[in-house]
């Protein structure tokens, strides 16, 4: 919802600062692994059970992973490696500050309350790997009702609101699986209509077999020909 609705507003705000943070000498990687701190840090907080402190830890871990691409872009070094860590880092801070939670409801919680937290990690982890699968295939998987974004806003008011930690963990899930679902068939219609057509076998056996006996009766008049060409003749003295 975030990407295809203020991404690009959002980046254009952002240029100015990822060409100032480049002129300080600070490189996208840098960026990106100021998110990974942060994301560990913000990790072993709420583990902890200091849900305020890791709020603010999660906002920090957000600024990193929204200005990294800004710096990327100011200093010309986009590419494909950048791109590969960029997404492999937020994969390494989603499964952190979950784990942290999980943790958290696991010392303060009875049952298996801590498997929500794990519950949404996994279902955030298909609904990121449908867009990397389906763009390796050409098509389009962006949108849904709870990207990335939302799961930092929802999860942030979770945190500030901790009595209502668990009832946002439950949110979390129906959301992020109707994002699964709804990514599954954006993707799903967009293979359909590209699908092309399949000849069906029973014609390609046809066209095999009379290849084949094309090709065999081609031999046999060609052998043919050399007898009669190589027979003796008849009026020789």
């Known amino acids: 919802m975030f990407d295809g609705n203020w991404r690009e507003a959002v980046d254009r705000g952002l240029t100015p600062i990822g060409v100032s943070l480049r002129r300080t000498g600070i490189t996208a990687d840098m960026v990106t692994i100021t998110g990974i701190v942060m994301a560990s840090a913000a990790a072993v907080a709420i583990a902890t059970g200091y849900l305020r402190l890791g709020f603010l830890l999660l906002i920090l871990t957000g600024i990193p992973d929204a200005l990294d691409g800004a710096v990327a872009k100011a200093s010309g070094t986009s590419s494909l490696r950048g791109a590969f860590f960029d997404?492999?880092?937020?994969?390494?801070?989603?499964?952190?500050?979950?784990?942290?939670?999980?943790?958290?409801?696991?010392?303060?919680?009875?049952?298996?309350?801590?498997?929500?937290?794990?519950?949404?990690?996994?279902?955030?982890?298909?609904?990121?790997?449908?867009?990397?699968?389906?763009?390796?295939?050409?098509?389009?998987?962006?949108?849904?009702?709870?990207?990335?974004?939302?799961?930092?806003?929802?999860?942030?008011?979770?945190l500030l609101f901790s009595e209502?930690?668990?009832?946002?963990?439950?949110?979390?899930?129906?959301?992020?699986?109707?994002?699964?679902?709804?990514?599954?068939?954006?993707?799903?219609?967009?293979?359909s209509e590209s699908r092309p057509a399949q000849p069906r076998e029973r014609h390609s056996f046809r066209r095999t077999r009379t290849t084949r006996t094309r090709s065999r009766s081609a031999i046999r008049g060609?052998?043919?020909?050399?007898?009669?060409?190589?027979?003796p003749s008849s009026n020789q003295n």
């Open 87 to 158: 997404s492999v880092s937020d994969r390494l801070s989603d499964a952190l500050l979950f784990g942290g939670i999980a943790w958290y409801l696991a010392d303060t919680e009875p049952g298996h309350v801590m498997m929500l937290p794990v519950a949404v990690m996994s279902l955030a982890m298909m609904v990121s790997y449908q867009r990397a699968k389906a763009e390796s295939l050409g098509f389009e998987a962006k949108g849904g009702i709870m990207e990335r974004a939302e799961r930092f806003i929802v999860l942030g008011f979770g």
């Open 164 to 191: 209502l930690l668990i009832w946002t963990l439950w949110v979390m899930i129906v959301l992020t699986s109707v994002t699964a679902v709804q990514r599954f068939v954006k993707v799903w219609r967009q293979a």
């Open 222 to 231: 060609t052998a043919r020909r050399e007898r009669l060409r190589n027979r």
